[in-house]
Nanobody
Framework: QVQLVESGGGLVQAGGSLRLSCAAS????????TGWFRQAPGKEREFVSA????????YYADSVKGRFTISRDNAKNTVYLQMNSLKPEDTAVYYC??????????????????WGQGTQVTVSS
C-alpha cells in the first residue's frame, strides 16, 4: 500500500499558474503509475492526467491538454502537476491516485487503488 499526500492548491486568478505535488510514502513511489483527478461541487470526479511508473508515458484529458504538465521525480517519490493558464472551470478539489503495476492509460478512477485526501484549487475570474 502507498500513502499519498497532495499539496500546492490555493486561490489564483484566471490565467495564473499553480503546481500541485503528490508525495508518496510506504511502498516505493516508482512502483506506481500516478494520476490526478478532480471533483467540482455537484459534479463527478473526472480524470485530469496520469503518468506511468517510469515517467515515460503521460496522459491528459482534452480539457487540460496544452495547459497542464505532469511529471515525476522517483528519487523524491513525488509527482507534480504544473497547471498554467488556469480557468475558472478548473476550480475543484484535486486528488492524486496511485495504481500498482501495469498502467494502460485508463481514465477510470476505479483503476486506481490508493488516493490522497485532496487539495482545493480555486480559480477566480
Amino acid at each position: 500500500q502507498v500513502q499519498l499526500v497532495e499539496s500546492g492548491g490555493g486561490l489564483v486568478q484566471a490565467g495564473g499558474s499553480l503546481r500541485l505535488s503528490c508525495a508518496a510514502s510506504g511502498r516505493t513511489g516508482s512502483s506506481y503509475a500516478t494520476g490526478w483527478f478532480r471533483q467540482a461541487p455537484g459534479k463527478e470526479r473526472e480524470f485530469v492526467s496520469a503518468i506511468s511508473r517510469s515517467g515515460g508515458s503521460t496522459y491528459y484529458a482534452d480539457s487540460v491538454k496544452g495547459r497542464f504538465t505532469i511529471s515525476r521525480d522517483n528519487a523524491k517519490n513525488t509527482v507534480y502537476l504544473q497547471m498554467n493558464s488556469l480557468k475558472p472551470e478548473d476550480t475543484a478539489v484535486y486528488y492524486c491516485a496511485a495504481r500498482l503495476g501495469y498502467y494502460s492509460g485508463s481514465y477510470y478512477a476505479s483503476d486506481f487503488g490508493s488516493w490522497g485526501q485532496g487539495t482545493q484549487v480555486t480559480v477566480s475570474s
